[in-house]
């Protein structure tokens, strides 16, 4: 019998598989340990400044290396698992060709800024922009998909004319994976992920004709909207996987960060810090457009119906403790940046700005670049490492603030997950500025954990939310603990620095 479940987390620096368990206790399942974890580091391309891609076969290849080391692992046959959970990096788009399965260029990358120019030219319609944001809860910003789409179309050679034939599919890379896993006989993608192309009807749930229009993207290469907890698919000529394992969950990373925090009730919240950090707040069943910067967000779709999310990204948040180990060269490994930053007591009055891709929510600055202020001679590495995690939850910070705003409420607890919320001053430095507790599970993989307890309801191994609530423990919990006047003083020096950020 079947008692494990695979959740694949395709980021945008390497793949993860995680093998979980099924714990069973009075006759219910729930998500049990990971008892198999393997992870696969692929190149970032990068053909001209600002421009980010990713070869899709490289991903391929990482997630086949990754998912056969999670079950060797957990010491598992792969015809035991019972389900398959699917998570991503959003937005990042790959149109291919539905008769070879292959890419017709190489992906564009979330972080990718080409098509800057043309959400710059869509924004100077005010009516456009507002229609937008009504139909789709986000702003017009070269982050989300549409444009991406419209502009492989544009320039690959006859790749317009193909997709008007009905030759050529997007997807992001969840609705890839799906076609891989599937040899090509399914094309579709969860509405999470739908909801971050600038194309889908919030409230609706369904592609829309006048977004296509805007953004010059035929609906013919667009693929299914599903729900996130449902069998949408099963295995068929994967080569590393049997055939007829159900697909059973999809959900973009954020979301599925969200829901493996078991962030059930409205006003609940969550901070996700990875290459980027994300913040997000489910609102209930209502799509409540923000008015300070953030944006709207399909939180998950399960039984037909939809939770919606608060959302603010800011793009650059571990991607900028990469800089200094692998541009400045200051640290050797991305952990080692704790014990240089806790060398000193303070950054010395140091404040950087980590906007190496623009400004995100809830300044939207395109044109915004990094900015390092409060330099002396006296400054050290250590400051510098310092002041990149404080930088993070500053960035956090303003995404909290915004969030609070729009839901009419403070925020008390957050939760938190990915690689660098296991750094003890950064999860410190982010309730002392913040104002609020945060706390950490025991498993900060909470992006792979929700995508597997997704597959779970989906497969009907699980009853329902209860049974995932149920298998997540809390480990740490990081109080608040710096002064009123201290807090007004470091906000204040990030106030300053965040103005010599914009062009």
């Known amino acids: 019998m079947a008692k494990h479940l695979l959740a694949i987390d395709q980021g ?4 993860t598989a995680l093998v979980v ?3 069973t206790v009075g006759g219910r399942g729930s998500a049990g340990k990971t008892v198999g974890r393997a992870t696969t ?20 290849a990482s997630v086949e290396t990754s998912v056969r080391g999670a079950i060797q692992a957990a010491g598992v046959r792969p015809e035991d698992l019972a389900a398959i959970g699917i998570t991503n990096q959003r937005e990042t788009t790959v149109v291919w060709d539905r008769a070879t399965r292959r890419p017709i260029d190489l992906a564009i990358v979330w972080q990718c ?13 005010a009516g456009t922009v507002e229609r937008v944001r009504q139909k789709t809860g986000l702003v017009i910003d070269a982050y989300f998909s549409a444009t991406k789409i419209a502009w492989l179309l544009d320039h690959v050679d006859g790749a317009r004319a193909r997709a008007e034939r009905g030759e050529l599919a997007f997807g992001t890379i969840d609705s ?10 399914v094309h579709a993608t969860d509405v999470t992920n739908a909801s971050r192309t600038l194309l889908m009807d919030l409230a609706a749930g369904a592609w829309d004709p006048e977004l296509c229009r805007v953004f010059h993207v035929p609906p013919s290469v667009l693929p299914k909207i599903v729900g996130c907890a449902e069998e949408i698919a099963r295995t068929s000529g994967a080569g590393f996987l049997p055939d007829g394992i159900p697909i059973a969950g999809i959900a973009g990373d954020q979301q599925a960060a969200l829901f493996g925090q078991a962030c059930f009730r409205e006003g609940d919240a969550k901070a996700t810090y990875g290459t980027g950090a994300f913040a997000l707040m489910n609102i209930g069943q209502r799509p409540i457009l923000s008015q300070h910067g953030l944006v709207t967000t399909a939180a998950w779709r399960i039984g037909g119906e939809t939770t919606y999310a608060l959302e603010g990204s800011a793009f650059i948040a571990g991607a900028a403790v990469q800089w200094l180990r692998d541009g400045l060269g200051i640290i050797k490994s991305a952990k080692d940046i704790e014990k240089l930053a806790r060398s000193v007591p303070s ?12 400004l995100g929510a809830p300044h939207w600055d395109q044109a915004a ?9 006296g400054t050290t590495a250590a400051h510098l490492a ?10 956090v910070r303003d995404l909290l603030d915004a969030m609070s705003k729009d839901a009419k409420r403070p925020l008390k607890v957050l939760r938190s997950d990915g690689g660098a919320a296991e750094n003890d001053l950064l999860m410190q430095f982010q309730a002392d500025i913040a104002d609020v507790s945060v706390e950490r599970p025991v498993d900060v993989e909470s992006t792979g954990r929700g995508a597997a307890m997704l597959a779970g309801i989906g497969s009907g191994v699980f009853a329902g939310l209860d049974d995932v609530a149920a298998s997540v423990v809390m480990g740490a919990r990081f109080e608040p603990a710096m002064s009123a006047s201290d807090r007004s003083s470091h906000l204040g020096r990030w106030s300053h620095a965040l103005k010599r950020t914009r062009l």
């Open 113 to 125: 800024r080409r098509t800057a120019d043309v959400c710059d030219a869509l924004k100077e319609d």
């Open 347 to 358: 950054s010395d009055g140091v404040v950087f700005v980590p906007a190496l891709a623009g």
């Open 369 to 377: 670049r990094g900015s390092i202020t409060g330099l002396t001679r």
């Open 41 to 60: 580091e692929f190149p970032q391309h990068y053909p001209k400044p600002g421009w980010v891609s990713h070869d899709t076969a490289e991903i391929r």
């Open 21 to 23: 368990e099924i714990a």
């Open 386 to 395: 310092r002041a990149t995690l404080e930088g993070i939850a500053f960035e």
């Open 12 to 15: 945008t620096t390497g793949s």
């Open 176 to 185: 890839w994976l799906v076609s891989e896993l599937t040899g090509g006989k």
